[in-house]
């Protein structure tokens, strides 16, 4: 996925009315402000009332499911190889959300402090915060490019992270 493929996708999502923000790597790309790895997919975190909106513009772009773990995530993608990782959060009255997990005891946490924005190509952009990031980048064996986003929020951003 390209910088000019996610700037589409947040503009289908505008379009939609749904509030939708970017996790994941180009998450982490978007709060250092550049691109700095190659990414196979977009996460994004929208709010679950939102969903049949966001899905519905995504589909008319030529999007498919292709994977449903909900209320967890699910997966669009389109032929040519795009996929979409979708996150859906339900929020309470003071901004927080929360993603269920596998796990139905614990979900995720997102404190209302972790919606902020980044830059994508020059423009800004919904994403989480590099706390949430670093929150999301615990409690697993890290990948060669979990290791590349941490190393990228420690060095743009001063951020302390656990590898």
């Known amino acids: ?23 994941g790597g180009w998450g982490i790309d978007a709060l250092v402000g550049e691109q700095t790895r190659p990414h196979r997919d977009v996460d994004l975190c929208h709010r679950a009332e939102h969903e049949p909106a966001l899905v ?3 589909r008319a772009a030529g999007y498919v499911e292709s994977l449903d773990a ?7 993608a389109r032929p040519d190889g795009r996929e979409l990782d979708l996150h859906p959060l339900r929020f309470a009255s003071d901004g927080s ?28 952009v919904p994403c989480v915060s590099a706390e949430q990031q670093v929150y999301f ?4 064996e890290p990948t060669d490019r979990d290791r590349h986003d941490m190393a990228r929020l420690r060095g743009c951003l001063g951020v302390r992270t656990p590898y």
Do not use: I
Not at 137 to 140: N, T
């Open 97 to 124: 959300a929360r993603q269920s997990s596998f796990d139905p005891g614990a979900p995720f946490h997102y404190p209302a402090s972790c919606f902020t924005s980044g830059t994508v190509a020059g423009r800004a």
């Open 56 to 58: 519905a513009a995504l």
């Open 70 to 76: 909900r209320p967890v995530r699910f997966v669009l």
């Open 137 to 140: 980048h615990q409690g697993y």
């Open 1 to 23: 996925m390209a910088a000019g493929d996610v700037l589409a996708v947040l503009a289908l999502a505008r379009e939609a009315a749904a509030d939708v923000w970017l996790a």
